[in-house]
């Protein structure tokens, strides 16, 4: 499933007049800038409980109306304020009995607009057992007068959960890409350290709304493959953006990105290319599993350490 990109959150936020919202002394929701442990927002959490419940006025209640929250569906883009509502109340009707709400990707617009990059994953209850789901979504909210209100959205289709061999995050970390202007000097250090322990430098090329690369992340974290990782390596996280930013890079170490992301390349410390990846390989982490990334790392490590 494609993941909602930043850059759509962007131009939801240009048609939704955040400035009629937004005050200029509102603070940061806890979280906005902190590591993966401590990301928090309130509101979310109290939206995800009225979804849960079934309740449409209290899921209404979360929705800006005037002026009326924008919301871009697969069939288009409406101002109608019970579009919303209607969706998730109607899960709920269908047997929606486990919410889980993965924060991609979290980005403080303007003080007090705070835009979010979200994955649904849902369990409808059936005749047959539970059938679990996948919706993929932005929200963009704003504060005024003390309280927060979902301004604009966009949603995505309900899929059915696809069944992953690799590990997924429980709580994906909203800071594992960092600004893209980082990379050139993440890149430089990362070869510095790679010529004192002769590892190899392993680019990432992704970003954080891309749930694919936070699986993949997960794996190299994971207790099976971390030492490997660990061992032969040096990682950085290239951000791509909305596919516009870094593209130098991607050129320079040959990473078509049209193909997606994730996607790797591997350097010597040197800076030398080694090899990287140009047909989406790593692109949907749905077809592979922890021996396709296992034979990867092995493949392409340091000769001494093979």
């Not at 304020?81 to 269908?94: G, I, K, N, R």
């Not at 993965?102 to 607009?113: C, I």
């Not at 994955?119 to 059936?126: C, D, N, S, Y």
Request: glycine share 8%; hydrophobic share 40%; charged share 25%.
């Amino acid at each position: 499933m494609k993941t909602i990109r930043l850059g759509c959150i962007v131009a939801l936020i240009l048609c939704a007049r955040v400035a009629a919202f937004a005050q200029t002394t509102t603070p940061r929701p806890h979280g906005a800038k902190t590591a993966v442990s401590s990301f928090a927002f309130e509101p979310l959490d109290r939206w995800k409980a009225a979804v849960l419940s079934g309740d449409k006025s209290a899921i209404t209640a979360f929705y800006s109306t005037s002026p009326a929250a924008r919301a871009k569906t697969p069939q288009g883009e409406t101002q109608d304020p019970a579009e919303e509502p209607t969706f998730w109340s109607t899960l709920h009707q269908d047997g929606l009995d486990r919410l889980d709400v993965k924060v991609l990707e979290a980005k403080t617009v303007q003080p007090g607009v705070l835009a979010l990059v979200l994955r649904f994953e849902a369990g409808l209850q059936t005749s047959t057992g539970e059938k679990p789901g996948i919706v993929s979504g932005t929200q963009i909210w704003a504060q005024r007068l003390g309280e927060w209100q979902i301004i604009s959205t966009q949603r995505g289709n309900w899929v059915e959960k696809p069944t992953m061999r690799l590990p997924e995050p429980a709580k994906p970390n909203t800071q594992l890409y960092p600004d893209p202007g980082e990379a050139p000097a993440e890149i430089a250090f990362a070869l510095g350290a790679a010529g004192k322990d002769h590892k190899r430098v392993l680019l990432v090329f992704g970003g954080n709304w891309c749930y694919d690369c936070h699986v993949l992340d997960a794996t190299f974290r994971s207790k099976a493959i971390a030492p490997l990782v660990n061992r032969n390596y040096h990682v950085v996280h290239v951000n791509v953006g909305d596919y516009d930013r870094n593209l130098d890079l991607a050129k320079k170490y040959e990473i078509p990105l049209e193909k997606g992301v994730p996607s790797l390349a591997i350097l010597d410390p040197d800076g030398k290319l080694v090899v990287s990846q140009k047909k989406g390989e790593f692109e949907s982490t749905v077809r592979i599993g922890p021996e396709d990334v296992v034979q990867f790392l092995k493949t392409w490590g340091p000769p001494l350490n093979r």
